[in-house]
Every structure is written in structure tokens, then in C-alpha cells.
């Protein structure tokens, strides 16, 4: 198995099963709002308390390059907005 596919199957596993309809903290917050908007375009929800603050910063990395695979915007503002939210709601 090359490295790209166990990193897809990790991401993926790590995915499975989400909700699209889950509730997050900070509901109102841009940070929350931003998440919901952009992290429901290729797969379910996942809450922020199922990682921590280093894991969510990893993930955020393979999925800034997911997304430039597919041809997705993910500018720095947000994504240190997301990252931000993140860390605040981590585990």
C-alpha cells in the first residue's frame, strides 16, 4: 500500500460515519460557521472534541491538499479561522 492510499484510508476511517446534521460548540460563531461550510463539501462532520489540537492541525494539512486536488479554495484566512475554531473545541 503506497503512502497517499494509506493516508486516504486513515482519513477516511477517521470520517466514517459522521453527521452532516451534527450539532458543534460556538454555533453562532464565524469560525463554527466557516467549519460547517467548507468541511461538509466532501465528507461528513466530524466534531472537534474527536481530535486534538495537533491532530486537527495534521488533518487540516491533508485536507488543504485534498482540496487542492479537487480544485477547492482554502485560503489561509480561513483556514486559520477553522484552525483557530478547532483548537478552542479540541479534545
Same mark, same amino acid.
Given at each position: $500500500?503506497?503512502?497517499?492510499?494509506?493516508?486516504?484510508?486513515?482519513?477516511? *476511517?477517521?470520517?466514517?460515519?459522521?453527521? $452532516?446534521?451534527?450539532? #458543534?460548540?460556538?454555533?453562532?460563531? +464565524?469560525?463554527?460557521?466557516?467549519?460547517?461550510?467548507?468541511?461538509?463539501?466532501?465528507? *461528513?462532520? +466530524?466534531?472537534?472534541?474527536?481530535?486534538?489540537?495537533?491532530?486537527?492541525?495534521?488533518?487540516? #494539512?491533508? $485536507?488543504?491538499?485534498? $482540496? *487542492?486536488?479537487? *480544485?477547492?479554495?482554502? +485560503? #489561509?484566512?480561513?483556514?486559520?479561522?477553522?484552525?483557530?475554531?478547532?483548537?478552542?473545541?479540541?479534545?
Amino acid at each position: $500500500m503506497t503512502r497517499r492510499t494509506a493516508t486516504l484510508v486513515l482519513v477516511i *476511517g477517521l470520517f466514517w460515519g459522521c453527521s $452532516m446534521t451534527q450539532t #458543534v460548540p460556538e454555533p453562532e460563531s +464565524p469560525g463554527a460557521k466557516l467549519y460547517l461550510k467548507k468541511c461538509t463539501q466532501c465528507h *461528513g462532520l +466530524p466534531g472537534p472534541k474527536r481530535h486534538t489540537a495537533e491532530q486537527w492541525d495534521h488533518l487540516l #494539512v491533508m $485536507m488543504e491538499s485534498f $482540496m *487542492g486536488e479537487k *480544485g477547492l479554495a482554502f +485560503p #489561509v484566512e480561513e483556514k486559520k479561522l477553522i484552525r483557530d475554531y478547532l483548537h478552542r473545541n479540541a479534545r
